[in-house]
Structure formats: structure tokens, C-alpha cells
């Protein structure tokens, strides 16, 4: 990215079914859709929303390697889209273990998204 324009930041949670990739894809909706970017168009190569360079990183509690990232770039409507995973968010207690909502024991998954947009 040559030029970044924006950051945005978000907090997913999967209270019950310990899926790190639905938590994370939360987490970037979170970040992008109270976000508008209406003059972002005029500053991008060729004027196109495919240009734009998005940065995703999500900060995991566990399972970095469930992660389903065609998932995660599917989560963002436009441009290139890179991913980096790092430790962290948080796993804590949802207080009951659900079995019918595929708990596997009483966590839930806590994830955070930085959302870098430029070109």
C-alpha cells in the first residue's frame, strides 16, 4: 500500500460454537459498516473501487489455523485484500455450554479487526 486513507477498527464475538472465522468476520463488519467513504473513488487509480489495497489484521485468541480466510476476504465487498494474524482478543466464559448451538464447552471467542484502506 502505497497510500493509506483509512483505518477502521472492530470487535466480533462467537458467544457459542467457538468459530473463530465467523468472530472475525464479525469483527470486520463491525469496523466497515459504520464507516462511509464517499470521496474514496476520486483518489483511486483509474477511479475504481478495485484499486483500493485493504489491509485486514485480526487479532485471535486460539485456532489461527481454523481461520477460513477465502471467508474473510469475502467480507470485504471491494479491492485487495491482504490478511495478518497475530495473538491476541480474548477468549472468556459464556456461562453455559449449549450443545445445540455445536458448543464444544463454555467459551466464547472474542476477535479484533484493523482495517487498513488505501491504494
Not at 489495497?53 to 485484500?81: Q, T
Not at 491482504?82 to 476477535?111: F, H
Request: proline share 3%; aromatic share 4%.
Amino acid at each position: 500500500m502505497d497510500q493509506m486513507m483509512f483505518i477502521q477498527t472492530g470487535m466480533g464475538t462467537d458467544v457459542h460454537g467457538q468459530n473463530v472465522t465467523k468472530a472475525s468476520v464479525r469483527a470486520i463488519k463491525n469496523a466497515i459498516h459504520t464507516n462511509s467513504m464517499p470521496g474514496i473513488r476520486s483518489v483511486l487509480p483509474d477511479q475504481s473501487l478495485d484499486n483500493m489495497k485493504i489491509n485486514v489484521k485480526l487479532a485471535l485468541p486460539c485456532d489461527h489455523e481454523k481461520l477460513d480466510y477465502e471467508e474473510i476476504r469475502s467480507a470485504i465487498p471491494y479491492g485487495e485484500v491482504t490478511i495478518n494474524v497475530v495473538d491476541g482478543g480474548m477468549l472468556t466464559t459464556s456461562g453455559i455450554l449449549l450443545e445445540e448451538k455445536e458448543d464444544k464447552n463454555d467459551l466464547m471467542y472474542i476477535v479484533n479487526a484493523a482495517i487498513e484502506v488505501g491504494y
